[in-house]
């Protein structure tokens, strides 16, 4: 039986066009696979990369498989292996350009948007940061991940996906994490995801420093969120 289209002739049409258009700077992603614990989304992610790759040349994968003991020692060493409680490693997006934006799980549904967005913003090497956000954002000086749960079919996660990229593409000491709730229950459950957009801010010691429930609607909020929780921190 052949495998169903993952985008229709009307979707690879926009898409193209929005590649023709938009796309300046070759954009490299890397893809880490797990076939053994995470076997149908990672060949799902395979497939998705390919697909895009036919509708330009300004986007290219490198694949890892996660059977692999040397990827799995990169992936320590990038601290790419967060899901150490259900021992899943992939698929995992990570931007080759600016590492701090990673996917955790396809971003598919309403994250897809947002997927498409990075592509663009980091080919034209133009980010979505206002004054006011980027002077709060350059007092942050520790190493943080900024963990976004999300759904598929979240209307306000991408939003939170958005701000915690762009925090990640414009201050290298931050990493902004998607983790798809459904393909990483273990973790989801460990940091007691029960709604989304769930936020978790830890630091490099992976110590919680806040969390919460729910968007923030300006990016500055979510900037002066993070300072907070340093702050209270080092107090």
């Known amino acids: 039986m052949a495998e169903e289209k993952i985008f229709s002739e009307e979707d690879i049409k926009s898409l193209k066009d929005m590649f023709d258009k938009s796309l300046k700077d070759t954009v490299e992603i890397d893809l880490y696979l ?3 614990k995470n076997k149908e989304t990672s060949e799902f992610a395979k497939r998705l990369s390919e697909e895009l790759i036919k509708l330009t040349d300004k986007i290219k994968f490198n694949y890892y498989d996660t059977k692999d003991s040397k990827v799995l020692e990169d992936m320590n060493s990038k601290k790419l292996l967060i899901d150490k409680y259900g021992n899943r490693k992939g698929p995992i997006f990570v931007f080759k350009k600016y590492y ?3 996917y955790y799980g396809i971003p598919s549904g309403e994250e897809f948007p947002i997927f498409l967005e990075d592509i663009i913003h980091i ?3 133009n980010f979505d940061i ?3 956000t980027a002077k709060k954002l350059d ?3 520790k190493n943080i991940d900024i963990y976004v749960f999300v759904t598929p079919t979240c209307p306000y996660c991408p939003y939170m996906t958005h701000n915690s990229h762009q925090f990640a593409m414009v201050k290298s000491n931050i990493r902004g994490i998607m983790i798809e709730s459904y393909e990483f229950p273990e973790f989801s459950e460990h940091y ?3 709604g989304v957009p769930h936020i978790t801010i830890v630091d490099e010691n992976s110590d919680t420093l806040t969390e919460w429930e729910g968007m923030l609607p300006e990016p500055e909020m979510f900037a002066d969120r ?3 929780a340093i702050e209270q921190k080092v107090k």
């Open 226 to 228: 993070i300072r907070e």
């Open 139 to 141: 007092s942050i000086n």
């Open 123 to 125: 080919s034209n090497n």
């Open 192 to 194: 007691k995801v029960y």
């Open 100 to 102: 701090g934006a990673i």
């Open 130 to 132: 206002d004054g006011a």
């Open 34 to 36: 797990d076939y053994e």
